[in-house]
């Protein structure tokens, strides 16, 4: 199983990245999936997730900047993020979830740096 994330880099302030996660090794139409940061000094948080029907969830923070869209066809979710901030500066993993089935899958993170 891997999650290859990408599309991490340094931005300004009021710009935008997508990130990509290119899914292998699992039956990716049944899995939830998500997006997650980590800052320095700081815990792990949920940014935005899309269920395997298509419903999007997003963390306050990010709601209006950001959007979480997935494409089954090709393994993949992505994360557009614009209006960037500083303090979106995070390293950024994608997250796999099965849900009742009990696997959840984490990709290897890609950092995020918004100047201001």
């Known amino acids: 199983v891997q999650l290859q994330a990408s599309g991490g880099g340094l931005v300004q302030a009021g710009g935008s990245l997508r990130l990509s996660c290119a899914a292998s090794?699992?039956?990716?139409?049944?899995?939830?999936m998500g997006w997650y940061r980590q800052a320095p000094g700081k815990q792990r948080e949920l940014v935005a997730r899309?269920?395997?029907?298509?419903?999007?969830n997003y963390a306050d923070s990010v709601k209006g900047r950001f959007t979480i869209s997935r494409d089954n066809a090709k393994n993949t979710v992505y994360l557009q993020m614009d209006s960037l901030k500083p303090e979106d500066t995070a390293v950024y993993y994608c997250?796999?979830?099965?849900?009742?089935?009990?696997?959840?899958?984490w990709g290897q993170g890609t950092q995020v740096t918004v100047s201001s």
């Open positions: 997250n796999a979830n099965s849900g009742i089935y009990g696997l959840v899958y």
């Open positions: 090794g699992i039956r990716f139409s049944i899995f939830g």
């Open positions: 899309v269920t395997r029907d298509g419903s999007t």
